[in-house]
C-alpha cells in the first residue's frame, strides 16, 4: 500500500486515511498522515479527479 501523493509504502502501523474517490468511486485513495495533514494534492487514476 502506497500514499497516492508522496508514493511512500505505508503498513498497517502508519498513519493514513483510505476511502474511495469522491467522483467515480471506483479507486481506492490512501494518504499517508504527513499529506493528510499538509493537505497534498491526490489525482484519482481511473477519472483523474484532484482532490484535497
Ligand atoms: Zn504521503
Ligand atoms: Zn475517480
Redesign the pocket.
Known amino acids: 500500500m502506497k500514499c497516492i501523493s508522496c508514493g511512500k509504502n505505508l503498513s498497517s502501523t502508519d498513519d493514513y486515511s483510505i476511502f474511495s474517490?469522491p467522483?467515480?468511486g471506483?479507486?481506492e485513495i490512501v494518504r499517508c498522515g504527513q499529506c493528510k495533514k499538509n493537505a497534498v494534492q491526490y489525482k484519482?487514476n481511473?477519472?483523474g479527479?484532484i482532490g484535497p
Open positions: 474517490c467522483e467515480c471506483k479507486i484519482c481511473e477519472c479527479f
